[in-house]
């Protein structure tokens, strides 16, 4: 996910600026870590989209979680398939910081590249990433859509994942979904922070431009990424994003602000007419850029997907929200006792 960048300085890290270099793009061989866990109904997907890169993988590393579906199965069959040397790890109980710096650490190539199960790739997200890091990047930066159809999830992802208007590529945070960076500046700053669950990727990134590492934006590297099928995943995965803000004091502004907009709006509510119409009024200017986002993806959702869209736009969004507003606190506690 995109996010505006505050000052932060998650790590400790005392690497200066880091010295440029030109890479030749045939003599770098690429490594691919994903981590997995019950999987068993995208990842034939995520597997097809490995084997049509134009640009052929040298390695793959997976690591599973501990999947207690038919998930390392798949992953065994695909071992034996695909043309590229890989590497299965099974990591019960890993969490996916823990189970990304177990890929890196194995892989045996300076060019990474991540992704996670549930994405699909396009077939020239690798060719991608692995050009922009030969002419010097550190961390080449993709992006991901959501998919298409008119299904609960392809619908959920229109509303919640940017659209390219809204990106800063100056400020942008990469998702692990989609990016790529050399093995030397995941060293550096010590890899995935493992004490995180949720929201790693963005302290990860942080702490690689803490360290001067240099970011490029990639946008054609793109994978598409489903949603959850239902109200209930929807709500627990926001609620963990939140609760990882508040663990790895993330964004606390832009929470503070979504509380007091809140609780503006229940003010509103009991505010008499002329309340509630402004407080109308406000929620249609809040909602512009989610309509936006499904209006702009009309031709993937179709007309009935993009109708569907706009008006859920109204419950999902508040959702979310509350979902984070719930997550939120509970992170804080957990960093507090932590400290203590």
């Not at 960048?5 to 045939?26: F, M």
């Not at 997995?36 to 590393?61: A, C, H, K």
């Not at 890929?103 to 997200?125: F, K, P, R, Y």
């Not at 963990?240 to 503006?264: E, M, N, T, V």
């Amino acid at each position: 996910m995109t996010l505006e960048q505050e000052p932060r300085n998650p790590t400790n890290c005392d690497e200066g600026p880091v010295e440029r270099e030109h890479r030749s793009l045939p003599q770098l061989r690429a490594s691919l870590v994903l981590t997995v866990l019950n999987e068993q109904g995208s990842i034939r997907s995520l597997f097809e989209g490995i084997q049509r890169q134009t640009l052929p993988l040298d390695e793959i590393v997976i690591v599973d979680g501990g999947s207690t579906d038919q998930t390392l199965n798949l992953v065994r069959r695909f071992e034996v398939d695909v043309a590229a040397d890989v590497t299965v790890i099974v990591a019960p109980g890993a969490n996916i910081s823990k189970g990304r710096n177990i890929g890196v650490d194995a892989a045996s190539n300076e060019l990474i590249l991540v992704t996670d199960g549930g994405a699909n790739l396009d077939q020239n997200w690798a060719r991608h990433l692995v050009e922009s890091l030969s002419t010097g990047a550190d961390v080449a930066c993709g992006f991901f859509t959501p998919q298409s159809g008119d299904s609960f999830p392809a619908i959920l992802g229109a509303l919640t994942v940017p659209i390219l208007d809204e990106i800063d590529s100056i400020k942008f945070l990469p998702s692990s979904r989609s990016v790529g960076f050399t093995k030397r500046a995941w060293a550096t700053v010590g890899g995935y922070p493992e004490w995180l669950d949720y929201c790693e990727d963005l302290i990860f990134d942080i702490a690689l431009k803490d360290a001067g590492f240099n970011f490029a934006f990639v946008p054609d590297a793109q994978v598409a990424w489903n949603a959850r099928s239902t109200v209930r995943g929807y709500f627990k995965q926001y609620f963990r994003y939140g609760r990882g803000d508040g663990k790895a004091c993330l964004w606390p502004r832009r929470h503070a602000i979504r509380y007091c907009s809140y609780g503006a709006g229940l003010f509103l509510v009991r505010s008499g007419s002329q309340g509630r119409l402004l407080l109308i009024m406000l929620t249609a200017a809040y909602l512009h850029k989610f309509w936006k986002r499904a209006l702009t993806r009309r031709s993937s959702l179709g007309v009935g997907g993009t109708t569907r869209a706009v008006l859920l736009a109204v419950a999902l969004v508040p959702i979310g929200d509350l979902a984070k507003m719930s997550g939120f606190p509970i992170g804080v506690c957990w960093r507090w006792n932590r400290k203590c």
